[in-house]
């Protein structure tokens, strides 16, 4: 197994928001598992890509960075929270496995900027024995490289399981 330090090791120091993602299932293409915040440690559970990603904007907004450009808009009177707290906080330490127990697949997501009503940052994944790492200039468009990235996972997957 590979060293957590591996994913997390090329993010620099910063205002970015940073979140290790850890899928469990990509049942009917909905992924859901799990996301730890860096540096704070603390733990989410999401069910689908776009459930993932208000909650990761919740929290930015919570802690200020990076910052918005602009307020979110309502359809009613006050906003909704998509974070939810009450989840163990996951103390990271050097060495542990880069992958939680029951997780498919393993990828950091680097918030740079939000711009435009969207996200900017980089995504890194493990792609052939190998960390690729690529900007996305929208929340639209990590959201496709997650979709590709976990359809072709859960392939190579049920391929070597035998299913």
Do not use: W
């Not at 205002?15 to 009917?28: F, K, T």
């Not at 969207?118 to 979709?147: N, P």
């Amino acid at each position: 197994m590979r060293d957590r330090g591996e994913y997390t090791d090329h993010i620099p120091a910063g205002r970015d928001s940073v979140m290790l993602v850890y899928i469990q299932s990509y049942r009917d293409c909905v992924p859901k598992g799990t996301f730890i915040t860096l540096p704070y440690g603390e733990q989410y559970k999401f069910c689908g890509l776009d459930q993932m990603l208000l909650k990761m904007e919740d929290i930015m907004d919570t802690v200020s960075g990076p910052e918005s450009a602009f307020r979110h808009r309502y359809l009613y009177q006050e906003p909704f929270v998509f974070q939810e707290t009450g989840y163990p906080v996951t103390v990271l330490k050097p060495g542990m496995p880069a992958h939680m127990p029951g997780s498919k697949a393993t990828f950091t997501i680097q918030v740079c900027y939000r711009q435009h009503g969207s996200m900017q940052g980089r995504l890194t994944a493990q792609v052939d024995e190998k960390y690729e790492k690529i900007s996305f200039r929208s929340s639209l468009e990590l959201m496709r490289m997650l979709h590709e990235y976990l359809h072709k996972e859960a392939g190579c997957l049920a391929k070597g399981a035998g299913n």
